[in-house]
């Protein structure tokens, strides 16, 4: 099964993040789009996850954006979807609205089709909200659906470590 392999592929990424977010005491929250809830899963099947891991949301539609996200948290007035700066803000509120020290979002277009908004498939972002915050553009190339999401999830989880890396959290 191609799903099963691409959560695999993300556990040892996850177990690093999750050491790191507990060498600290900290916690994190998660947003997940086209990735579909493989980085929350990497997430919390690492031994003792309720240390660190708050909980995450799935926002796949622009309908399911409206209603579960709390616009008091968020500023996207006047950014375009599925860029750094939209999807770090969305990182950004969703952190203060669940108050975690840390917070990661993603917004893409897993494939085959592209995306809503205009981009390719095969085009992420990837964001960091806490002490250190950084979003990122992801480009694959592919249309290839899966191998897709689990290259947008090993970005994710990579600029994850990367900002608690910067942070000063010891390995």
Known sequence: MLEGRALETLLPLAEKAARLLKSRGEKIAVGESSV???????????PGASAFFLGSTVIYTREAGRVLRDRSTLTLDGLAPLTPAFVQAMADGFRKQIGSDWATSEMGAAGPAGSPYGPQPGTAVVAVSGPVSSARLVETGSEDRVENMRLFGKAQLELLIECLEKAGVSN
């Open 36 to 46: 579909g809830g493989l980085v929350s899963a990497s997430l919390v099947a690492q």
